[in-house]
C-alpha cells in the first residue's frame, strides 16, 4: 500500500510557484520568440514615383501595391539612398548615406561584378542575423563578386540567389544566376536564345525562403530587377492586355550588340517593338511578385506578424526605349535617374504591417534608406550600429509623438560633372559641376511651395545657400575609390 503524505502549506504553495514561474517563463521565451516579426524589403529597380496606381499612374494596373497603400502608412516625404543602383543599396545596407557610406558609384569589374563593399562596416543584415533572424536576398546584389569581401555571404545574408552583377542584370535571359557561390546554368538561354524569364526563377526562391522559415523569424531582402532597362516581359496575358492597350508603337531600335547571340554586348539593351507594353508589362509584374508574397503570408499565417517595406532604387531611367514622360513616371517631381533633383531620389515608400500600422494613413516625416537599418533593428529589438547616419522611423510607423528629425539630408554624386545635394526642412540645395570648376552652380529650392523644383531662389536667399553648403561639406569624407572633390585633390 502507497503511503501519502501531506505536505505543509506553505512548501505545496512555493513547490507550486517554481513549477509555474518555470513553465511560464519558457511559455513567455517561446511567445517572445514566436513575436519576433518579419521584415521584408521589396525593392524596384528604376520605378519612378508615378508609376503607381494609388499615385495617379493612367496606364499601368498595379492593384497588389494600391492594397499595400490602402492597408498601410505612405510615407510622403521618402528618399532613395542615391540616384544610380550600387550606391543607393549601400546606403541601405550600412545605414550610411553617401558622404559616408564605402560603395557611392557603379564600379564595375570585370568580367563579372562590381566594386566590393569591404566587410569590415555592420550591415543591416549582419544585425537581423545577429538578433536571431534567417536572412535572404533575391534578386539584383551589384555590391560585389563571389569570393570577395562584397559577397552577400560576407555582408549577412545566408542565403543569396540571383544576379550578383548588375550589369548582367541588364539582361532579362542570362545564361547564368547564382546561389550563394554555386552558378546556376539557365538550361535554354546560354546569352543565345530567350527562353527562362529570369525574374520569374528568382520569385520562385523567393517563395521558397518565406515556406522554409515560416517557423522563424526571417529579413528578406527582395531588389528585384524590374522595370530596369532592358525593357522585356515575356509574352503572357500581362503582356498581350498592354499590347492590345497601346496598339502600334515606335520600336526601340537594333543596335550593335543588342540582341541575343553570338555577336551579344551584355550590358547593352534588346531591341523592343513594343517599348510601352513591355514596360507596363514589367511594372504589373513587380505587382504580381507583391502579390504572390502577400499570398503566402497569409496561406502561413504570417500576414499579421509581418512588416513589409515597399520602395524604389531611385528614380525613373530612360534607357533602352523606355518612356517616362509618356507614363508621368516621376509624377510631379522634376529629373529622373541620376539627377539630384526630387525625380532622381524620392520614392514612393509604403510600410504594411497589419494590427501595428494604422490602415489608409500616411506620413510626412522626412526619411531616406540609411534610416531602414536602425527601423529594422528597433522593430526586432537588435542593437543599432555606432556611428550611423540613420534615424529609426518606428514611431512613425506606429503613430507616435516621439519621432526624432533629421537636422538635413544629403546625397553626392560622382558622375556627370559631379553633384551635391542636401534636404534640410523645407529647402533643397542641388550643386552641380564640382569637378574641374572653381565657381560651381548651387540652386536653391523651397519644396513647400515648388516640389517641382522649378524656380532657383539661391539669388534671393544667400545666407540658406551658404549655411547648405556648409552642410555639405560637412557631409562628405573622402573616397578616393569613387572620385574626389576638387579640393582634396593634390
Not at 1 to 21: D, G
Not at 347 to 374: E, R, V
Not at 446 to 471: F, M, Q, R, T, Y
Request: hydrophobic share 35%; with cysteine.
Amino acid at each position: 500500500m502507497l503511503k501519502r503524505y501531506a505536505l505543509p502549506h506553505a512548501l505545496l504553495f512555493l513547490t507550486s510557484l517554481l513549477v509555474f514561474t518555470a513553465c511560464s517563463t519558457k511559455a513567455e521565451n517561446k511567445v517572445n520568440e514566436e513575436k519576433k516579426t518579419n521584415i521584408i524589403f521589396i525593392l524596384a529597380d528604376d520605378l519612378g514615383y508615378g508609376d503607381l496606381g494609388f499615385l495617379g499612374q493612367q496606364y499601368i494596373e498595379t492593384p497588389n501595391i494600391d492594397r499595400l497603400a490602402k492597408e498601410g502608412m505612405f510615407f510622403t516625404n521618402h528618399y532613395s539612398g542615391a540616384t544610380v543602383c550600387a550606391p543607393s543599396r549601400s546606403a541601405f545596407l550600412t545605414g550610411l548615406h553617401t558622404g559616408h557610406t564605402p560603395i557611392r558609384g557603379n564600379k564595375e569589374v570585370k568580367p563579372e561584378g562590381q566594386f566590393p563593399m569591404p566587410d569590415s562596416i555592420p550591415t543591416v543584415a549582419m544585425v537581423m542575423e545577429r538578433a536571431g533572424y534567417k536572412t535572404g536576398a533575391f534578386g539584383k546584389w551589384g555590391l560585389g563578386f563571389i569570393g570577395t569581401t562584397g559577397d552577400p555571404g560576407q555582408q549577412g545574408f545566408e542565403q543569396f540567389y540571383g544576379y550578383n552583377c548588375q550589369r548582367y542584370a541588364h539582361r532579362y535571359y542570362p545564361a547564368h544566376l547564382w546561389h550563394n557561390s554555386e552558378k546556376i546554368i539557365l538550361e535554354g538561354n546560354g546569352w543565345m536564345e530567350k527562353t527562362v524569364f529570369a525574374p520569374d526563377v528568382i520569385q520562385k526562391e523567393t517563395i521558397s525562403f518565406i515556406e522554409s522559415n515560416k517557423d522563424k523569424p526571417f529579413f528578406l531582402f527582395m531588389p528585384i530587377v524590374l522595370p530596369h532597362a532592358e525593357l522585356a516581359a515575356p509574352d503572357d496575358e500581362i503582356f498581350q492586355k498592354y499590347r492590345a492597350k497601346f496598339a502600334d508603337e515606335k520600336p526601340f531600335p537594333v543596335r550593335e550588340g543588342s540582341e541575343y547571340g553570338p555577336d551579344l554586348n551584355i550590358a547593352a539593351y534588346q531591341s523592343q517593338p513594343y517599348p510601352h507594353a513591355a514596360f507596363a508589362a514589367m511594372v504589373e509584374r513587380i505587382d504580381v511578385y507583391l502579390g504572390e508574397v502577400l499570398a503566402k503570408l497569409d496561406e502561413l499565417g504570417l500576414s499579421e506578424n509581418t512588416l513589409i517595406i515597399f520602395a524604389s532604387d531611385n528614380g525613373a531611367h530612360q534607357e533602352g526605349g523606355a518612356d517616362p514622360d509618356f507614363f508621368n513616371s516621376n509624377g510631379p517631381y522634376r529629373g529622373h535617374k541620376r539627377d539630384l533633383y526630387e525625380g532622381g531620389v524620392r520614392t514612393p515608400m509604403i510600410a504594411w504591417w497589419p494590427g501595428k500600422i494604422k490602415a489608409g494613413s500616411q506620413s510626412d516625416h522626412i526619411s531616406a534608406f540609411w534610416d531602414l537599418l536602425p527601423t529594422f533593428a528597433d522593430v526586432a529589438g537588435a542593437k543599432v550600429p555606432n556611428n550611423i547616419d540613420g534615424i529609426s522611423f518606428l514611431p512613425a510607423l506606429l503613430d507616435q509623438k516621439d519621432q526624432r528629425e533629421h537636422e538635413f539630408l544629403y546625397w553626392e554624386f560622382h558622375e556627370q560633372g559631379g553633384k551635391q545635394a542636401v534636404r534640410q526642412g523645407k529647402w533643397k540645395a542641388v550643386k552641380l559641376q564640382i569637378f574641374g570648376n572653381d565657381k560651381p552652380t548651387i540652386e536653391l529650392y523651397d519644396l513647400s511651395v515648388d516640389v517641382s523644383e522649378e524656380n532657383n531662389i539661391a539669388a534671393e536667399h544667400p545666407g540658406k545657400v551658404k549655411e547648405l553648403e556648409g552642410l555639405m561639406n560637412s557631409a562628405h569624407t573622402p573616397n578616393s575609390i569613387f572620385g574626389l572633390l576638387p579640393s582634396e585633390r593634390k
